[in-house]
């Protein structure tokens, strides 16, 4: 970096220094910079017709908590405002939006007709006034309008920090109740952040661990219905479900889909061993990936289908271990003190998120996919089993509280380990699986 | 990067246009797309929702402004809109001919109270903040901002401002009238991140939730503020300025020669940079972007305050061209609003720095 | 049928109690459920054939150390046990229950779970039982007897239970 500078410099210098001494531009470089949230207003939408009155605080709401919700920026709230939004044609009044030090602006305007909502809005860069992009609108039903509300929200956060937005997506999870020893589980899917809660099993079986289809339209998960484990697939708009072919006398589980939705990764459990298998899901065709005497699990495929990481205590403790899709010579890459597991590689590719162990206490972590880098995020008695959102900025997981009446609850973190917070649910909540974007 | 470039362009011209024609034109038809969203169709959130009644729950999210509801309804001037295609709003209905399968999972009925508003989190215990004795090892803690050096928590009734500024009362400045001014602080800032695991083990937070949030901030009073400085659009001598500026980016360096004086002191120099960082905020920037330094000028005022429309991107590198476009967003804000009461330069000097061209470089920021 | 009225009323009392199961034909399941509620069938147990005295008298589990799935000879003398009673009354099948303490991740623990049943199976075949006779289920962490979060709640949930399933043909 310094030799691009010294050689932009004296380029420059020698080009430009002859010819205009005295008005050559000044120079410095910044170097040191801040991290904090943006501050940014989202005031209710114009509503174009009366019917749409009800909805033009609501979207602002969602659009707004969102945003606030990444840790990424911060709302100021409308009591704040010198002026009010009450024309979605007319010019911004940039001044007023500055004096309260708003750095991004959304406006919008709504319109319903019928059941049929439509959303217009703009995204502004405050200071120094310009848009940022073009104008956009959505159309759809009045009972989506959450998504839509989420879909706006995407597109500011894109806008602004330049990555791909996570807001209109869902969660597959275990609603738990009950006390640690009689819990009741139930497989459930929701909003992403907590509304829409929708039940896809009732609580007669141990249901475990869902995992998304690439295309969110299914999901993967371990249910103890025939009294021993075995993964089923469930569409997830009709709520049917049917089981994985699986052999007499084994034990399924920890599936999860390849990025093509063709092929399910698994353990199988058979004489007490367990290995990685592949299925085919339409032919129902496996084949074994893995043969040792040790206990390899929680397989997670990389972005590209073609090298599987996964869990192993072929060491004698467990530990992430990277290996071909097809199978073959693994490469173990934890390294650290304690025990790896639940390795999930990220969308992006770029990092593998895992569970650790250590003196006695458990960490949701990252790691480049060589193990470089590994960086904790969380601590706490128990954390387990992070999914990542769907643009590889944000980790969910599992974390239980300790003793008789110990909880577990889904929490969500920024992959800089910023912006730790729980994410409501009605009860209890374990192993969520975020979604693709819709 | 071109198309980034060509956008930008056109927003500036639009906007520089705006400024010098005052409102003679109202509406100027800003480019607008149209999407149809693929929201769930009426009949499978029917088909869904059915079997278990789910309640449709009309949710007064918890934290709701009270709005104030617009009140024209005419603002909108509908025929003049640009929007060509704008598709009679379409359920992008998934036809499904059969009649939808009952769920053969009997569900029990959700949970009446689906809960809508984001988790709320816990407020810090405020004896925390305030009262937190400097302990024999300094240990960075968790806080909203991350700066190059740490600042300690403000004052509770201090507004959060990017610079520290002394209280001014209305007696005590004698001689010089001086604006009665608030006293401000910089924001309370760690020099790091500091996440779950890295912060210091503390038994008793073994069971409960850490606190995750800091106490909301002091609101800034929007008066206060907008007497401080005019918004630089608005006053005649901008618009000059903003002519002269235009005059200049269009037309070739006729400008009239300003007094140049010696170069700038290293001290100077230091000063306007580390005025400039205290307002770069990179974080709300993707890993893209904070892998792309940009290099951006700015044409400056005599008074100090940058031409906020004569911000552009120079040069790029290290990420992709959308990346550049947020890195250059981020660096103009930074300039922009850092300077909007104008930057500590010297006057006498202004032909040195009335051109300036930065280099914003996050190497450093990544790693933190 | 005799026998398997006697040992119903009770495993049925067991599944209710866990709320879990409310098909009386899947008692692996009820068994898991509750696991805990030993003293069911306290009435019959001094009849050496009941699953009462199975459980109580011989002790239908054995215990393992962290991440172990070795047995030790405590272990080994109640399998013994349990081998005899098995060879004694060979109405009965049994199912192998494995599980884990709460300090690993789910996954972890249902392999560890399947290899703690594995190994209580076949010590019991290296004893005579035949292997047709028994089946085995990882509960991993998901079925913990004791709740509090210490060693000695943690000690008895690593654990091997050998839960009796009635007399058919598996």
């Known amino acids: 970096m310094m030799k691009f500078l010294t050689s932009l410099f004296l380029g420059t210098a020698l080009l430009v220094a002859p010819a205009q001494a005295q008005n050559q531009p000044l120079r410095i470089e910044i170097t040191e910079g801040v991290i904090e949230p943006l501050p940014f207003a989202a005031p209710n939408f114009v509503p174009d017709t009366p019917a749409a009155a009800e909805y033009s605080a609501q979207l602002a709401r969602v659009v707004a908590a969102d945003l606030s919700g990444t840790g990424l920026f911060r709302e100021i709230g409308s009591d704040a405002y010198i002026s009010q939004v009450s024309s979605f044609e007319a010019p911004v009044q940039f001044a007023d939006w500055k004096a309260i030090n708003a750095q991004a602006l959304v406006t919008g305007a709504v319109n319903v007709s019928g059941n049929q909502l439509t959303v217009r809005f703009r995204i502004w860069d405050v200071f120094s006034g310009a848009e940022l992009g073009n104008g956009l609108q959505f159309a759809g039903t009045t009972d989506g309008w959450r998504r839509m509300a989420h879909k706006v929200a995407d597109q500011v956060y894109s806008r602004i920090t330049g990555e791909t937005g996570y807001f209109d997506s869902r969660v597959a999870f275990v609603s738990e109740s009950g006390p640690k020893n009689q819990r009741r589980k139930r497989l459930a899917i929701m909003d992403y952040d907590g509304a829409n809660v929708q039940y896809l099993t009732d609580s007669s079986a141990i249901v475990l661990a869902p995992r998304f289809s690439p295309t969110g339209d299914r999901v993967l998960y371990t249910s103890y219905e025939s009294g021993t484990p075995r993964i089923y697939v469930l569409d997830v708009g009709r709520v049917q479900r049917r089981v994985l072919q699986s052999q007499e006398g084994t034990m399924s589980f920890a599936p999860r889909f390849s990025p093509d939705g063709q092929t399910v990764l698994y353990s199988l459990a058979q004489g007490g061993n367990t290995d990685l298998w592949s299925m085919n899901i339409g032919s129902g065709q496996s084949a074994r990936l893995t043969n040792a005497p040790s206990i390899e699990t929680a397989p997670s495929y990389s972005p590209d289908g073609s090298q599987i990481v996964f869990e192993s205590d072929r060491s004698g403790t467990p530990q992430l271990y990277i290996m071909p899709a097809r199978g073959g010579e693994a490469r173990r890459i934890s390294f650290g003190k304690g025990r790896y597991g639940t390795p999930v590689w990220s969308p992006r590719g770029d990092y593998i998120a895992f569970t650790k162990q250590n003196k006695g206490r458990f960490h949701i972590g990252v790691m480049r996919t060589d193990g470089s880098e590994e960086r904790l995020l969380t601590a706490s008695f128990l954390d387990e089993g992070p999914t990542w959102a769907p643009n590889g900025r944000v980790i969910m997981f599992t974390r239980e509280t300790q003793g008789a009446s110990g909880r577990s609850a889904l929490y969500s973190v920024d992959i800089s380990g910023r912006n730790l917070r729980p994410v409501r649910t009605p009860d209890g909540g374990s192993d969520p699986a975020w979604s693709p974007l819709q | ?368 | 049928m005799n026998l398997l009225g006697k040992i119903a009323a009770p495993i049925a009392l067991v599944a209710l109690a866990a709320c879990s199961n409310t098909d009386p034909s899947a008692w692996g399941s009820g068994g898991a459920g509750g696991a805990g509620a030993g003293g069911a069938g306290a009435g019959v147990a001094s009849d050496p054939t009941s699953p009462a005295y199975f459980q109580q008298a011989i002790g239908d589990r054995v215990l393992f150390s962290v991440d172990q799935s070795t047995l030790t000879a405590e272990a080994q003398t109640i399998l013994q046990g349990q081998a005899d009673w098995l060879l004694r009354n060979v109405d009965f099948t049994a199912t192998i229950e494995g599980h884990a303490d709460e300090q690993g991740t789910r996954e972890y623990n249902l392999a560890l779970g399947a290899r703690r049943a594995n190994a209580a199976r076949e010590f019991l075949i290296s004893r005579g039982v035949a292997g047709n006779r028994l089946k085995t289920v990882t509960y991993g962490k998901e079925r913990p007897i004791e709740i509090c979060s210490e060693e000695a709640c943690y000690a008895k949930n690593r654990r091997a239970v050998t839960v009796l399933t009635g007399a058919t043909t598996g």
Request: aromatic share 2%; glycine share 6%.
């Open chain 2, 1 to 368: 990067m071109q198309t980034g470039t060509k956008i930008s362009g056109v927003l500036h011209v639009t906007l520089v246009g705006w400024a010098l024609f005052g409102g003679t034109f109202r509406s100027e038809p800003l480019p607008f797309e149209v999407q149809d969203v693929s929201v769930i169709s009426a009949e499978e959130y029917a088909a869904l929702t059915a079997p278990k009644q789910a309640p449709e729950v009309v949710d007064a999210p918890s934290d709701l402004q009270q709005p104030e509801q617009p009140d024209d309804q005419v603002a909108v001037p509908a025929p003049a809109e640009p929007e060509p295609e704008q598709a009679p709003p379409e359920p992008v209905a998934q036809p499904e001919p059969e009649p939808e399968p009952q769920p053969d999972v009997v569900a029990e009925p959700p949970d009446p109270e689906v809960v809508e508003e984001t988790p709320t989190l816990e407020q810090p215990d405020p004896e925390e903040v305030a009262l937190l004795p400097p302990g024999p090892r300094p240990q960075p803690r968790p806080a909203d901002r991350v700066a190059p050096q740490p600042v300690a928590p403000p004052p509770p009734d201090v507004k959060p401002d990017d610079v520290d500024t002394p209280p001014v009362s209305a007696e005590e400045g004698a001689e010089e009238q001086q604006p009665e001014q608030e006293e401000t602080a910089q924001k309370e800032a760690t020099d790091q991140i500091v996440t779950e695991a890295e912060e210091s083990p503390d038994p008793a937070a073994q069971s409960s939730p850490r606190p995750k949030s800091r106490p909301s901030r002091p609101k800034p009073e929007p008066v206060q503020t907008a007497e401080q400085e005019d918004p630089p659009d608005t006053s005649p001598n901008t618009q000059d300025a903003v002519e002269d500026a235009l005059a200049e980016a269009l037309g070739g360096a006729q400008a009239a020669p300003a007094p140049s004086g010696p170069p700038l002191t290293g001290g100077e120099k230091d000063a306007l940079r580390i005025a400039v960082s205290n307002c770069w905020n990179v974080g709300s920037l993707s890993t893209d972007a904070l892998n792309t330094t940009v290099v951006v000028s700015v044409a400056m005022q005599p008074d100090g305050r940058p031409i906020s429309n004569s911000v552009r991107l120079l040069d790029s590198s290290g990420g992709s061209s959308a990346a550049a476009q947020q890195a250059f967003e981020a660096a103009r804000r930074a300039i922009v609003r850092c300077g909007a009461k104008g930057y500590d330069l010297p006057t006498e000097k202004y032909g040195q720095w009335q051109n300036i061209e930065m280099t914003f470089n996050p190497e450093r920021m990544r790693i933190k």
